[in-house]
């Protein structure tokens, strides 16, 4: 990895993430708390090289996480508390982003998406918008700019892919995919909302939560192919399938993401640790050996290869800065901003508001703060320190932490900030407005009007 800044920036990195294993796994606070301060030190060393988004991200979390620790009776106990969830966070990224890394190399992906990239008119729909939500789950945003790659490569060589016709196939196959992607984020366990939502509501049965946001995801998926329907007509013909390949080919990705749910839900039952903290731990494990088993044909050493695909992903993660940014210092926000708001006021102040209507705004909260780029890692953060205990206020902490679920996928879907708005928005070339604003007004007050129905059934049946 060479010698310097860089070479510095991903060891910190590294250590954030041993440090939280083994506060999770072995119990040593201290792990925990020095792997905060390798979080923090990381980010300072990769300050100047930022995005300026991400800058001023940085600087007005850390504003107000400070702001609440100053305010504290124990500022230093709550400093240190803020930036360990914020290894958490951060820990929890760096494990996913080893799985896109072996995915993005992998050749059966590929051929995944050239698979859904040329269904037939009936089938295209449902095909790569079921493509974006699996995609999603192991390769990120990295699933919008594959699929929307080969999508538009097919396209190009259809008939009226000048015409208007074929502009407005490739409208609506962009859409199906940042559509399937954003459905995903309100359920999969190997998904940054996940650990989100774990630590803002700590009392939250999410392993009983994750099926029922599943389940509201295909009725997301639903209404997106009936929107679909409505709104383009008839399906654009005129596209050529471009693989050979049956549906038979997406059956080992598929039990690829089988294997690390099991995995990661069987060490947390066994080992007594959190769902977050067992997908910390096996995810890149899986994800090396999937690296690696891409390069077995070629050749025969096995720790060279373990070695070059390593030193490949170290060098990659200083390049995580601003991620890391906004997930780690929203973590140390979160606690921070206990200590600058306290919960007897807002508990006062929701004193007298119907208990339903809290977990029916979270949703629509999420969807006005996206439209003027705040993520949903923060405002959720903000929202598990704002709020007293749930069931002070007669809500139910599962009711409260399914709105925050669903409501991060609407959230997502509508807002023009988000990165896969812009990504949809390039290969589409439009702009993210007219994406997030436009293309799915529809589709998300569709998806929020289901949220509604899905959190009164839930506060009705006492769960």
């Not at 107000?64 to 709550?78: N, Q, S, T």
């Not at 709104?231 to 038979?248: F, I, K, P």
């Not at 902490?397 to 023009?416: F, N, Q, R």
């Amino acid at each position: 990895m060479g010698v310097g800044p860089p070479m510095v920036s991903a060891w910190l990195y590294a250590a954030v993430w041993a440090g939280v294993l083994a506060d999770q796994f072995l119990g040593a606070a201290w792990c925990g708390i020095a792997a905060g301060q390798a979080m923090l030190a990381f980010l300072l060393l990769e300050l100047p090289r930022q995005r300026r988004f991400a800058l001023v991200l940085f600087l007005g979390l850390m504003a107000i996480g400070l702001a609440g620790v100053a305010r504290a009776d124990d500022p230093l106990g709550l400093y240190l508390a803020g930036w360990r969830r914020g290894a958490v966070y951060g820990a929890f990224y760096l494990a996913l982003s080893s799985l896109r890394d072996a995915a993005e190399t992998s050749p059966l992906v590929r051929r995944c998406g050239h698979h859904l990239a040329g269904r037939p008119a009936g089938q295209r729909y449902l095909a790569l918008t079921g493509g974006g939500h699996l995609f999603g789950i192991i390769l990120s945003y990295g699933a919008i700019d594959l699929l929307g790659a080969m999508v538009a490569g097919a396209n190009s060589g259809s008939p009226g892919a000048k015409a208007g016709a074929g502009a407005a196939r490739m409208r609506r196959m962009i859409v199906a995919i940042q559509r399937g992607f954003c459905v995903m984020n309100c359920w999969s366990p190997l998904n940054l909302m996940t650990a989100i939502v774990t630590t803002a509501i700590p009392a939250a049965p999410m392993r009983a939560l994750l099926p029922v946001a599943f389940l509201a995801a295909l009725g997301m998926t639903a209404i997106g192919w009936l929107d679909d329907r409505i709104g383009g007509g008839r399906a654009n013909t005129g596209l050529e399938s471009v693989s050979n390949d049956t549906w038979w080919v997406h059956a080992r990705i598929v039990a690829l993401v089988a294997l690390v749910l099991v995995l990661s839900e069987a060490a947390s039952l066994v080992l007594r640790v959190t769902l977050v903290g067992a997908v910390t731990l096996f995810v890149p494990l899986v994800a090396l050996c999937w690296a690696v088993a891409q390069t077995w044909g070629r050749e025969k050493n096995l720790w060279a290869a373990v070695r070059r695909r390593g030193e490949g992903f170290g060098r990659r993660l200083p390049g995580f800065r601003g991620e890391a940014a906004t997930l780690a210092c929203s973590g140390f926000m979160g606690i921070g901003a206990a200590g600058l708001i306290p919960a007897e006021a807002m508990g006062a102040l929701l004193a007298h508001v119907p208990p339903l209507a809290v977990p029916l705004l979270v949703p629509v909260l999420l969807i006005l703060t996206g439209q003027i780029g705040l993520n949903p890692v923060a405002v959720v953060a903000l929202l598990g320190a704002a709020l007293p205990d749930p069931a002070r206020l007669g809500i139910s902490p599962a009711v409260l932490a399914l709105a925050c679920m669903l409501g991060w996928a609407v959230g997502v879907s509508l807002t023009p900030m988000s990165a896969s708005a812009m990504i949809a928005a390039r290969w589409a070339g439009v702009s993210p407005w007219t994406v997030g604003s436009v293309w799915n007004a529809r589709f998300g007050l569709g998806c929020l009007v289901l949220t509604w129905i899905v959190l009164s059934i839930a506060a009705v049946l006492g769960v």
